[in-house]
């Protein structure tokens, strides 16, 4: 079943609930670079190589990501919690300062996405294991200072006791939304998102990603190489003025 398929389940839904990172934008190449950039400021000996920090996208969350870092060195003592939080705080400014540099733009097909479900009167929501800042510093460049007026629900890591794939971050979501999880539908880029939302009962479509485009999406109702390929996208890109 093709895109045609899917753009009939994403009709279908009462809400439409969003991953951010690698969903809505290519977004971890920048957090990889920030990340270095907390250690040099903290003084720490720590590099990530794209390599490793693909090995550690396993783990969702960045202070969880740091933390089994630093298991993984065995290094004594551990990183205290302020440690972490300080790192993380450093991190997160950095990435703002990137993405407000106009460098990453959202994902084909996401913001098409979005206004036919706004014209549709579908609910919108995020669920991600990122944080508020992160999102906000995203959206905020690539949708403008009042995007968060244009989501009904948007649940970050911190918001709930376990992140990804616990499916905690999308029972918050519907219970903000007050919907069932036969009425919305998860878009989603890694397979940790597809467990999390599964284990939800949420159906999910797969938008690969970078980063995670081999991963195991067999139990996705559907899997996209980008948005865009859906037919709701191609009739509101036709839509806009300066489509030819």
Not at 81 to 109: F, M, N, S, W
Not at 164 to 179: F, G, H, N, S, W
Not at 188 to 193: P, R, T
Request: glycine share 6%.
């Amino acid at each position: 079943m093709g895109p045609a398929n899917a753009t009939e389940l994403i009709r279908r839904a009462a809400a439409l609930i969003f991953d951010v990172d690698g969903t809505l934008a290519e977004t971890e190449e920048l957090h990889r670079q920030a990340f270095n950039h907390a250690f040099a400021r903290y003084g720490l000996d720590w590099h990530w190589g794209r390599a490793v920090y693909r090995e550690l996208l396993q783990v969702t969350g960045g202070k969880e990501r740091m933390r089994a870092c630093h298991a993984r060195l065995a290094i004594a003592p551990p990183l205290s919690d302020a440690d972490i939080a300080a790192l993380h705080r450093i991190k997160t400014a950095y990435y703002a300062e990137l993405v407000e540099t106009g460098c990453c733009a959202l994902r084909p097909g996401v913001i098409e996405l979005l206004a036919a479900a706004k014209a549709r009167g579908q609910r919108l929501a995020i669920a991600t294991t990122t944080s508020h800042g992160n999102i906000d510093a995203l959206l905020s460049q690539a949708l403008g200072a009042r995007w968060a007026a244009e989501f009904d629900a948007i649940v970050a890591g911190d918001d709930v006791r376990h992140k990804k794939p616990a499916p905690d971050v999308y029972l918050e979501t519907l219970a903000r939304l007050k919907l069932g999880a036969a009425d919305c539908l998860v878009i989603e880029d890694s397979a940790n998102g597809l467990i999390a939302a599964s284990r939800a009962g949420i159906p999910v479509v797969i938008t690969r990603s970078m980063i995670f485009r081999d991963e195991d999406f067999g139990a996705a109702r559907f899997v996209l190489d980008d948005l865009s390929e859906l037919d709701v996208v191609r009739q509101e890109t036709e839509k806009q003025p300066h489509a030819q």
